[in-house]
């Protein structure tokens, strides 16, 4: 995000060399704003303002920036400061940022870093895109079980600074093995001489780092956590999940489940709108729009099969678009609510049965007030003598209002049926975007049309 | 949410009368994992399991319990046991489960509470429903400005049974005037002699209790906060906003703004599928049905009105879908992407004509391509011969693919407009639900059709 707003004053400061001021600037807000207000500069400026502030404000700030940013400005840094601002990023942003890097600039950066930056990229890295692993800090901190509460305030105190979090410590044996975990709050209403082991809390709820990173943040909603504890298959503590983690992860996966739902492709790097140019939303939009254009086509082709109804009675092509927009709101809202449900976690997956049963009584109500409705309209046109001669308009009404019925119960069912058996298969819910149900039920729905009032008007 | 996984083990130790294997049941675990056990049980139940555990345990437990639940089960709660529960409960968990409770109920526990707790009752209900004054709890914890680092750490150990967080505090004037902030991991790395008024920070975030409590998360979300202080018309302290209370207020959000979006009423409140009743759900989504089949109707008319043109070339009720399906789902993306970017606050209303060239471009790309692919259709036909004589193959298919074309344009337009114009007049984007844009560009594209190709194929 840019915030155009000091652009001219900074550039200004800038073109003066007034770097104290610069400086002064870095450090009055928070290094998400200042990022904001940075973003809007010349990747150029944008460094020879971060070259005025402390190391650890910096890379701090420097973290905050929009990432093409980030990635444009690296031109304009020396390999010392490269070193310097990594080391001093957060182990999380600095994988994160490595990642960004073309290769061969990455690869000079990691010899300079410490084996234990090393160490911890190289774990970071090696869970894939999407899982809590992949979201973790490793930067948390722990207690043995033998220490005793002013012990273990006097650690956290001296690591402080180099934890994302010490308002939880995790206990851990000499594996690492995740034995319970203490609240800074707990220590400090505790006994000092009381023993970590005997205050700790030995039922703590936590995520395998090969788990969905939204899967933990559910836990952090679920349970209100300020961090989630992260373990490997050997039960071995290797991060954690914080809950402002938890937040930005929760905020991308409803972006991605809502752009795919409506039938955008792209990942959550690349919902930044604004960003994205004229050309990329082309290609995140144009894949569905074909594909449902070739569904579209199915539809025209039933039309043309039934070309001879059609020529017969042309009173019944109006009825149409009441027909397919029914079918794709009905099927439409059984789709959402049932997209929505799946991802809070209030239904699963192995629920069918009940939603069906639900939906499928909501779909009568439903089907029963849009068939009253299109009786009405056909008996209102009956008057005006629209009708070809020989047909009653009591007959004609009820066709249509059958047809239009059975299509809503259908299109309903439809609707809550394909994400949940999305949902079985372990895709995403939401793949079955809610257009191309309207597709299909456009498809459905002519055919359920067209053979009705061909059964009902002997046609 | 209920978990029925326990429920016969549960049911037999309540027939029994093991309280003390209850009581020890509702300590093992999070109060809210518990909650969702308990809810599972009849409500009369309920209350016996509650009645086994502590004050405070029994509080939040309740207070996790569904709201449904809760209501119902007060049916079982004697006058004291009521007064000494609601008296437990955290100040906003209360303020939520008066407003629940019928008025006469609410009214009978008010008097027994303490002067301070009623106090707060009544200033957190005096916020609407949806502001941050309606969300805040006045369980925060602050500082006088002239204590010392050793004092602020005493004063917060001390209160940090009856603080919501004591991970941040707020350093307030004699008249609860935000001075500043301190957070206790500073306070933990700083001399113990040294000033709160020297280590506090002074800009601090905030929100107007006044504003909607979405603001108030985005900022928690913004900033990476922990807790957000609330603050009223004269700039003093009434309560916070915490990291957790954010989350719930953003999956709130999401659920409602995609909700709205697909055509569906009701509130957050009601948005617990399985707890729904089908004429509930009826309700929730007759009324957009019913408007948007009156839409449908007009799509209708506009077809009878070109009958005599489709009598004369009924090949071209076969394109009708496609277009249709054209115009909704490119408008519909568009309308997704500007409700999104509204809602994350990367666009804000004024962004117009910017959002309008941009998918203006886009929609030059999406409707060439489908332009091409329904001229290509139309040639494909030609070939065996489908068209009436005296039309060249390439004329239909060039006014096909222009009314196509010019369709895309207008409905993307469209569908990055009306969410843009909801915004400006200070309505939530969303309300511009996908299923009543794909019904108006129904009726656009079906308008632009019949006339291009009157004009184009001089019918």
Known sequence: VKNTL?????????SLGRFEDLREFCTAEHPGVIAEFLSALDPEEVWVVLRTTPSAVRAEIFSH??????????????RREMTDLVSHMSPDDRVDFLKRLPEEKAAAVLPALAQVEREDIRRLSSY??????????SDYATLGPDLNVDQAIEKLRREAPDRETIYVAYVVDEKRQLLGLVSLR???????????????????VSVLASESREEGALK???????????IDGD?????????????????????????RFMAIAGTSHERDYLRTSPWEHFRNRSGWIVALALLGLVSGYIIQ??????????????FIPMLAGAGGNTGGQSATLVVRALATGELLPRNVLGVLWREFRVSLLLGGLLALLAFGRVLLFSRHGHLPPGFSPYVVGAAVAAALGFQVVTSTLLGALLPLAAARARFDPALVASPALASIVDITGLTIYFITVKIVLRL
Chains 1, 2 share one sequence.
């Open 235 to 259: 039960q071995a503590l290797v991060g954690i999940l914080t809950h402002d983690d938890a937040m930005d992860v929760m905020s991308d996966k409803f972006s991605e489940d809502m752009g």
């Open 65 to 78: 920036l929009d990432e093409e940013v980030q990635v444009e400005a690296t031109e304009f840094i020396g």
């Open 186 to 204: 707990d220590l400090m209403v505790s006994r000092g001489s009381a023993m970590v082991r005997n205050i700790m809390k030995e039922e703590v």
């Open 6 to 14: 000091l652009l001219p004053e900074l550039r200004e400061l800038v």
């Open 128 to 137: 894939p895109e999407g899982t809590a692993g992949a979201v973790m800090t």
């Open 220 to 230: 952090i909603q679920k349970y209100d956590l300020i961090a989630l504890p992260v």
């Open 305 to 318: 099969a039934f070309e001879g109804v059609l020529l017969q009675f042309a009173l019944l092509a109006t």
